[in-house]
């Protein structure tokens, strides 16, 4: 019977350790791509600046 009560707690503890791991990629995605996004931004207005100057 303890057996079974051992792998119920492992198998929780597996779950939220992956839930866990889950959540941490998903902010790193999201840094990742405001990062890229400012950059992008960045780049968009050095484009426009230079456009400016051509014209």
Known sequence: MSN??????ARA??????QQ?????RGHQLA??????RKAER???QARLA?????
């Open 4 to 9: 079974l009560l051992a792998e119920d707690l």
């Open 13 to 18: 503890h597996l779950a939220a350790r992956l």
């Open 21 to 25: 791991a889950e959540s941490q990629r």
């Open 32 to 37: 990742a791509a405001r990062r890229l996004s």
């Open 43 to 45: 780049a968009a207005a």
């Open 51 to 55: 456009l400016a100057r051509v014209i």
